[in-house]
């Protein structure tokens, strides 16, 4: 891209669009938000917008102005919640994508999607119809953008935490949720097979790993993962209930077993007497480790990238963060 030219980035207000426009900074970057959604750091330039209307939802004028003026498009906006309607998931991450594929085209500039390691489906894993749902859409959106008539790059990126230092977030993920069911002690079975790898970075260093890879023009599909040092479930359920120890609870460990045994053995032998809250738990652990394996790691990241920083210092820092500002009660432990 031209230096001179900035890049047209949508979900300026979201998880990794925050950071990106951080990493971009003031005069390299116009934002597009939702009205009335969350926006990009101080003197960051937006422009309010829809990703689910054809021409983003811009003004004509508008949206020529700026196809006149960019460099590039990053594609970052999604629904990245398994819980929301389909119909909506698709708005907005299939056809969300295809309109800011059309701004590109018209403009004649390169596009950026910023997708997701959940594209890529464990072979016989469980799934549940929200995380098909999610995979599906994103799968679509990166086939939209193989046909493109611009040079076009697809970054899968992993699980997200907060920023690496502040574990601060604009929006908490499915992450969060997961470690509220560990630190609480409501988490007793954990469908995911022991020595099973969690896969995650904080948002700021995706930021920096999508910036580094747009400064070098690249194209194709990459990968922006933790790869070799990602998380063992272990490790991540000790920083879990270490955060609950410092909170001066007690909290039992939970029994890790396979996401196949639970969906196909155990849900099925218990049915409807089953707890309903019980089995939303399972079913959000299933959703949130759906790319992991039990053998192996996920892609490791694109060559040349930045090294991610302390993992546990992160992950740490995202547990504060959030214990902070989340009302959490801990579950009574039967004897």
Request: net charge positive; glycine share 12%.
């Amino acid at each position: 891209m031209d230096p001179v030219r900035p890049y047209l980035l949508t979900g300026a207000g979201g998880v990794i669009g925050q950071s990106l426009a951080t990493a971009l900074g003031p005069g390299r970057v116009v934002g597009v938000v939702r009205r009335g959604g969350n926006l990009p750091g101080p003197g960051i330039e937006t422009t309010t917008g829809d990703v689910t209307a054809p021409g983003l939802g811009l003004d004509p004028p508008v949206r020529r102005a700026l196809a006149e003026r960019v460099g590039g498009v990053i594609h970052s906006a999604a629904v990245t919640s398994f819980t929301r309607p389909p119909d909506e998931i698709r708005r907005v991450n299939t056809d969300g994508t295809a309109h800011a594929l059309r701004l590109a085209e018209e403009a004649g500039v390169p596009l950026h999607l910023v997708s997701t390691v959940y594209v890529r489906q464990r072979g016989g894993s469980a799934e549940t119809g929200r995380s098909r749902a999610y995979r599906e859409s994103k799968q679509a959106a990166e086939d939209l953008v193989r046909a493109a008539r611009v040079p076009w790059s697809i970054l899968r990126v992993t699980v997200v935490t907060g920023d690496s230092r502040t574990g601060a977030t604009p929006r908490f993920q499915g992450i969060h949720a997961a470690m509220k069911s560990l630190v609480t002690g409501d988490a007793h079975l954990v469908p995911v097979a022991p020595g099973s790898y969690l896969d995650f970075l904080p948002r700021d260093h995706v930021a920096a790993c999508v910036l580094a890879l747009l400064e070098r023009g690249a194209t194709g599909e990459h990968w922006i993962t933790a790869g070799e040092r990602a998380m063992t479930i272990e490790r991540f359920v000790d920083h879990c209930l270490r955060f609950a120890g410092r909170r001066g609870w007690t909290v039992p460990r939970p029994r890790l077993v396979d996401s196949e045994m639970v969906h196909r053995l155990i849900l099925p032998a218990f049915g409807d007497s089953l707890a309903a809250d019980l089995r939303k738990r399972l079913e959000l652990f299933t959703d949130i480790v759906g790319p992991l394996t039990t053998d192996e790691r996920l892609p490791g990241p694109a060559p040349g990238l930045p090294d991610p920083p302390d993992l546990g210092a992160a992950l740490d820092a995202a547990l504060d963060y959030w214990g902070a500002r989340v009302r959490l009660v801990r579950q009574e432990v039967r004897t």
